[in-house]
């Protein structure tokens, strides 16, 4: 009986430790691939410093800290509306103090997608 016990603490952890390795290790490779697909990111945003339908997306990741970029590419209507400091930054630098809602089409991506691609963006 102990030693069950024991045996399933220990299969947790390791569940634990991979679980959480793969919820935050996105794949840059795969999230190219992503991004670079017809109707997603790619549509509205280049991958240099020009601006298309969005901003420019190189050097995001000192502009936005990872929890964020996740955050917004799942939901980017909810983070215009939350409204928090670093969106203000944002509709700042757009245009668009004010403005009810966001150009930003959400992704639909599952989470492990959304892992991925923003570990391409912060490559940039
Ligand atoms: C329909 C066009 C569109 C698509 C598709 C789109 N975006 Fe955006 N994105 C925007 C716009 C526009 C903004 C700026 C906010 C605004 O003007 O409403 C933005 C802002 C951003 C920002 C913040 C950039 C900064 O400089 O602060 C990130 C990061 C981002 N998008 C990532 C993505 C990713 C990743 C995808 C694909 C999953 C994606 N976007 C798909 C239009 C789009």
């Not at 109707?39 to 969005?54: A, E, F, N, P």
């Amino acid at each position: 009986m102990k030693l069950k016990g024991l045996v399933f603490a220990m299969l947790m952890g390791l569940a634990l430790t991979f679980g959480a390795t793969a919820a935050f290790a996105g794949d840059a490779a795969k999230g190219k691939t992503l991004f670079e697909s017809t109707g997603k990111c790619k549509t509205c945003h280049k991958t240099d410093s020009t601006k298309l339908v969005g901003p420019g997306l190189a050097g995001v990741k000192s502009r936005h800290s990872e929890a964020w970029m996740k955050k917004w590419v799942g939901g980017p209507q909810a983070v215009w509306d939350a409204n928090d400091p670093e969106v203000q930054e944002l509709k700042k630098r757009v245009g668009k103090e004010g403005k009810p809602k966001t150009a930003m089409a959400p992704g639909k991506l599952t989470d492990a997608e959304i892992d991925d691609v923003v570990a391409f963006i912060t490559s940039l």
